[in-house]
């Protein structure tokens, strides 16, 4: 069965305080590894796709890089508008569109 | 530009009622999907759609119906709400041949008494 397990399932930081989001899988076959962000009320908005390991893909402060076993999102020198729940999610091979997602990081930023 | 629009935003039901949520999308995606959203659990897919007349299940399909007369719409069809129903569902969409939902709407807040 695929897995997905993110962590920490909250992290709070201070503005311009780096760090980084794990997602950890178990799949055979993955053909993508997906993040998104999660705005309270609302509903995921896409961010990266990453299809293979030493895959790297960035945006704006977010940067999502790819192994064999785990993605992690690097946040650098984060901002109050970082702050959102993270979700990772995994496509394996057999079936388009049928995602695995994770339970999310809820990542809080103070000025 | 509209994106997906979910409606309505919320709505409170008996156990045994019937109804329908919907989801438009403006952009001509192929692929429309719902999801539901539960407290501690990710995001798990219901149904789904590669275009119109095709729908297929997806991981917790039991207790819902879809169908894809048009490119645009995709509604959800609760046939007896329980309680185990109560939760917030999510309409996404994207173009044909993607792997993953592009765009989400925001959501329905279902609440099953």
């Known amino acids: 069965e695929d897995q997905v397990t993110q962590s920490p399932e909250a992290l709070r930081l201070q503005e311009g305080e780096s760090s980084s989001l794990n997602c950890s899988y178990t799949?055979?076959?993955?053909?993508?590894l997906f993040w998104y962000r999660q705005d309270p009320g609302k509903g995921p908005e896409f961010l990266f796709t990453l299809y293979s390991a030493g895959e790297e893909k960035e945006k704006e402060r977010l940067k999502a890089t790819l192994t064999k076993k785990e993605s992690f999102l690097h946040i650098t020198a984060p901002k109050p508008e970082d702050s959102a729940t993270y979700l990772c999610a995994l496509n394996r091979g057999g079936s388009n569109y049928k995602l695995t997602f994770g339970k999310g990081t809820l990542l809080t930023v103070n000025p | 530009n509209a994106g997906v629009t979910q409606t309505p935003k919320f709505q409170v039901l008996k156990t045994g009622q019937s109804m329908t949520l919907q989801c438009a999308q403006d952009?001509?995606?192929?692929?429309m999907s719902w999801y539901r959203q539960d407290p501690g659990m990710g995001l798990r897919l219901i149904h789904y759609s590669v275009g119109a007349g095709i729908t297929d299940q997806g991981e917790v399909p039991n207790g819902y119906n879809v169908s894809r007369s048009t490119t645009e719409d995709f509604p959800l069809r609760l046939l007896s709400a329980a309680p185990s129903q109560t939760s917030v569902y999510f309409c996404a969409s994207s173009p044909a041949g993607g792997l993953q939902p592009q765009h989400f709407g925001d959501g329905t807040r279902l609440s099953i008494l």
């Open positions: 952009m001509n995606h192929e692929y």
């Open positions: 799949v055979s076959g993955l053909r993508g």
